[in-house]
């Protein structure tokens, strides 16, 4: 969809969009109610506003939607289909999967929610390090770590999007 189209699209149409990006319906229907917007930039600063901060509902809402880090996302949804498309570069050797695949089983025995990270741009290896290092984190710091990746994947989302 383009900027124009999601300027001019019915509030069901645009929340659909938006809620692909993340799953919190308040940044939903705020981001929404904003339009019109003069280019997608100014929507993802928005975006980025209206997600700082989400609540701890909001968080494990999101969170909840989200596959595990090495695992592709089933279904033909657009949310599926983003996640897919993110990991791309973690298809990885099956030493590293299983690594992956202990880490995170470690990750949510730890903290209560699946480990998530930006996984666009990033190889198998650097996230599995990311992984390890996060695990040495307190429940706080990791909940605002966590926090803090879920507004950059709306935000990388939202743009991609619209472009």
């Known amino acids: 969809?383009?900027?124009?189209?999601?300027?001019?699209?019915?509030p069901s149409e645009a929340s659909e969009l938006v809620r692909s990006c993340a799953h919190v319906d308040r940044w939903v229907e705020a981001l929404v109610a904003g339009r019109p917007y003069a280019s997608v930039d100014e929507v993802v600063e928005a975006a980025l506003t209206l997600a700082h901060p989400w609540t701890d509902d909001e968080v494990d809402s999101a969170l909840a939607r989200h596959p595990r880090i090495g695992e592709k996302a089933r279904g033909q949804a657009a949310e599926a289909q983003m996640s897919r498309q993110?990991?791309?570069?973690?298809?990885?050797?099956?030493?590293t999967q299983a690594r992956l695949a202990e880490g995170?089983?470690?990750?949510e025995a730890k903290f209560g929610h699946v480990f998530l990270i930006r996984a666009a741009g990033r190889s198998a290896e650097e996230i599995l390090e990311q992984l390890q290092q996060r695990l040495t984190n307190t429940p706080d710091t990791e909940r605002r770590i966590a926090a803090e990746q879920l507004r950059e994947i709306a935000a990388l989302r939202l743009r991609g999007a619209l472009s």
């Open 86 to 95: 993110e990991q791309s570069g973690v298809a990885t050797d099956a030493g």
């Open 1 to 10: 969809m383009e900027l124009n189209d999601f300027n001019t699209a019915t």
């Open 104 to 107: 995170n089983a470690a990750y």
